[in-house]
């Protein structure tokens, strides 16, 4: 039966200099506040999109460059997923993947790093600080040791990324004690813009 996505997208911000397809996947374990695709993230989307119609659709697109997958948490899905980016690969050698996730599941990232050309790992707090992380996504006891091995296991590869929302809530210190960490690691770190989701029921907590 292979994969369903929700939908996809072009972007030249996803991978900066790359024309990107960016595919959405359902399902995550985590429920961050504000998260633009909590619908997504408590599976209540349709899944029109086969892996046959993504293909048809890099056919297509001669000059893409990259795919990014992204969700909801596509590492929770590993062994389809490596499945589906070697079958893309077999059929457009010179295309490149990226994965997103939130680290969580260090031995997917590992699982994963065969076949693809980097990760976007999501640092939503300072890496050592359990309540602001546990404030951010949810999770009681957020897992970050997972996190940091993720981060680990995601470098040296050309894709990877790491990757901050600059939520409201994060003071200046926290920020840096973020860049700091990330350098220390040799990885690209980028701060993203934080855009308000009034709507996410993940606020409300």
Same mark, same amino acid.
């Given at each position: 039966?292979?994969?369903?996505?929700?939908?996809?997208?072009?972007?030249?911000?996803?991978?900066?200099?790359?024309?990107?397809?960016?595919?959405? /996947?359902?399902?995550?374990?985590?429920?961050?506040?504000?998260?633009?695709?909590?619908? /997504?993230?408590?599976?209540?989307?349709?899944?029109?999109?086969?892996?046959?119609?993504? /293909?048809?659709?890099? =056919?297509?697109?001669?000059?893409?460059?990259?795919?990014?997958?992204?969700?909801?948490?596509?590492?929770?899905?590993?062994?389809?997923?490596?499945?589906?980016?070697?079958?893309?690969?077999?059929?457009?050698?010179?295309?490149?993947?990226?994965?997103?996730?939130?680290?969580?599941?260090?031995?997917?990232?590992?699982? /994963? =790093?065969?076949?693809?050309?980097?990760?976007?790992?999501?640092?939503?707090?300072?890496?050592?600080?359990?309540?602001?992380?546990?404030?951010?996504?949810?999770?009681?006891?957020?897992?970050?040791?997972?996190?940091?091995?993720?981060?680990?296991?995601?470098?040296?590869?050309?894709?990877?990324?790491?990757?901050?929302?600059?939520?409201?809530?994060?003071?200046?210190?926290?920020?840096?004690?973020?860049?700091?960490?990330?350098?220390?690691?040799?990885?690209?770190?980028?701060?993203?813009?934080?855009?308000?989701?009034?709507?996410?029921?993940?606020?409300?907590?």
């Amino acid at each position: 039966m292979g994969l369903r996505f929700v939908s996809y997208t072009y972007s030249t911000k996803d991978a900066p200099g790359m024309w990107a397809l960016v595919l959405f /996947l359902q399902g995550c374990n985590f429920r961050c506040r504000h998260c633009h695709n909590w619908k /997504l993230a408590l599976s209540l989307e349709d899944e029109p999109v086969s892996e046959e119609d993504v /293909l048809k659709e890099i =056919s297509r697109n001669p000059f893409l460059d990259c795919v990014v997958i992204s969700g909801g948490e596509p590492t929770l899905r590993a062994e389809e997923l490596e499945r589906f980016i070697r079958r893309l690969k077999e059929e457009n050698p010179s295309l490149r993947v990226r994965v997103d996730t939130n680290g969580s599941l260090p031995s997917a990232v590992e699982h /994963l =790093s065969g076949v693809v050309d980097g990760f976007a790992v999501d640092i939503k707090a300072p890496p050592d600080d359990e309540e602001l992380y546990a404030y951010t996504t949810g999770k009681r006891k957020p897992p970050l040791e997972e996190i940091k091995k993720s981060a680990e296991l995601a470098l040296g590869k050309p894709l990877t990324i790491l990757r901050t929302v600059n939520y409201p809530w994060l003071s200046e210190k926290d920020r840096e004690r973020i860049k700091r960490w990330c350098g220390n690691l040799g990885a690209r770190w980028t701060l993203n813009e934080f855009l308000s989701v009034p709507d996410c029921p993940f606020n409300a907590r």
